[in-house]
């Protein structure tokens, strides 16, 4: 238990559908990351928040929505998503952007598959 | 771009022997980190080396760093058969302070040791 909730752990869609990925940590961290991790690439930064505020966007394409209403939650909303978007969803906390050192702590991730 | 890269990309070994893993980097850092994940599931933070740190321990791990080859080596001693899962190598950038915390991975090394 690492102290980040992901929720669902597991999640079919059809192409046209619209879903949430919910994240949870209780951690008191202030800085949220949405990844992606597929078959045979390295882990992709998508979305980071500090403060909940947006400090990255990492070229995503806009059928993915990310949304923080506070710093311990951080949402990833899916809308119209395509088959190559299956993937490993990883949220992750940390203290805060700009503290040397810090270790990010992950949610067991949510196995997304489109279809 | 892919910042850190793990070699090899496939150790297998046996019970009791020693697990060496190396990752290589492109550009400056302010630490270096490694994780562990177990297969489908969230990332476990393991162990984090600074810039200045040449060597670290914990446990059976021990971590070197060599900024001016720009790579590390994760030792694993004495491994054990729960020792199996893949291990990733990130670095936490350095650009004007802001990217502490935005963590670059590797794809990661698949070490599976035999009982």
């Known amino acids: 238990e690492t102290g980040v909730t992901q929720t669902p752990r597991h999640l079919v869609m059809g192409m046209t559908n619209k879903k949430s990925l919910k994240c949870e940590q209780h951690?008191?961290?202030?800085?949220m990351y949405w990844y992606k991790q597929s078959a045979k690439k390295p882990l992709e930064l998508m979305f980071v928040?500090?403060?909940?505020?947006?400090?990255e966007n990492n070229s995503v394409p806009s059928r993915f929505s990310p949304e923080c209403p506070n710093s311990s939650h951080l949402f990833l909303h899916l809308h119209t998503l395509q088959p190559e978007d299956s993937a490993l969803y990883l949220c992750?906390?940390?203290?805060?952007?700009?503290?040397?050192?810090?270790?990010?702590?992950f949610g067991q991730g949510t196995r997304l598959t489109v279809v | 771009s892919q910042q850190g890269e793990e070699d090899p990309q496939a150790l297998s070994i046996q019970e009791g022997e020693n697990a060496t893993m190396n990752c290589s980097y492109k550009t400056s850092i302010n630490n270096l980190q490694w994780y562990r994940q177990n297969s489908g599931r969230g990332l476990v933070h393991l162990i984090l080396i600074r810039s200045n740190e040449r060597e670290k321990h914990s446990g059976r791990l021990r971590v070197t760093l060599d900024t001016s080859k720009k790579s590390s080596s994760l030792l694993i001693t004495a491994s054990r058969a729960a020792d199996t899962a893949s291990y990733f190598c990130a670095t936490d950038g350095y650009a004007g302070g802001t990217s502490y915390g935005k963590l670059t991975f590797g794809q990661g090394t698949i070490l599976t040791v035999h009982p």
């Open positions: 928040y500090n403060f909940k505020e947006q400090t």
């Open positions: 951690l008191g961290h202030n800085a």
């Open positions: 992750a906390s940390s203290q805060e952007l700009g503290q040397r050192g810090t270790e990010a702590f």
